[in-house]
């Protein structure tokens, strides 16, 4: 398709080119988001989206890869905000999958860890998800996979950037 001029970048005030590559860039946007929500739909009748949403899962991976965290540092982590996390850690400790301990850094802000019981419900969940994971995408190479995560991840982090600045 044909490079041609649309709208005015708010940021800079001049005239962006709309090319072939930001078409490629929206239309994986736009993808993503799609699969993102199939995604959703299928965490939620396998299990592994419950009532807390996905952020439960995702909350207890942060724990499991990097140990004990404070809510606004799991906030920070996430597109979403501080209430929400704590909303979250609190129904998460009520079920005995995490637990709040003191913090040495800090003596208001808690750590939040994962509990015996909480690691082991992560490691069902995570299992789950690698068994649904291992019947997907059988054409596809793993390397290409890698790459196409490396691409979402770096996109990802652009979003992030700009977010940022329009707050």
């Not at 860039?25 to 799609?34: D, G, H, R, S």
């Not at 952020?55 to 724990?63: D, E, I, K, N, V």
């Not at 994962?114 to 995570?126: C, D, I, P, Q, S």
Request: include cysteine; aromatic fraction near 4%; proline fraction near 3%.
């Amino acid at each position: 398709m044909a490079s041609a001029r649309h709208g005015t970048d708010q940021r800079t005030g001049a005239d962006p080119i709309v090319d072939g590559k930001a078409e490629a860039i929206t239309e994986l946007m736009l993808e993503v988001a799609q699969c993102f929500f199939r995604i959703r739909a299928l965490g939620q009748k396998t299990g592994l989206i419950t009532s807390w949403g996905g952020g439960a899962f995702g909350f207890m991976r942060s724990l499991a890869l990097l140990g004990p965290l404070t809510v606004p540092q799991i906030a920070q982590m996430r597109p979403t905000s501080r209430q929400r996390m704590q909303r979250l850690a609190d129904e998460l400790a009520a079920e005995g999958l995490v637990e709040f301990v003191d913090n040495p850094k800090h003596r208001r802000s808690k750590l939040v860890q994962l509990t015996g019981k909480g690691a082991a419900r992560y490691g069902e969940l995570n299992a789950q998800l690698l068994a649904i994971a291992s019947t997907m995408g059988v054409a596809l190479d793993e390397a290409d996979i890698r790459k196409t995560a490396e691409i979402v991840r770096q996109l990802s982090d652009d979003v992030k950037v700009r977010s940022e600045r329009l707050s």
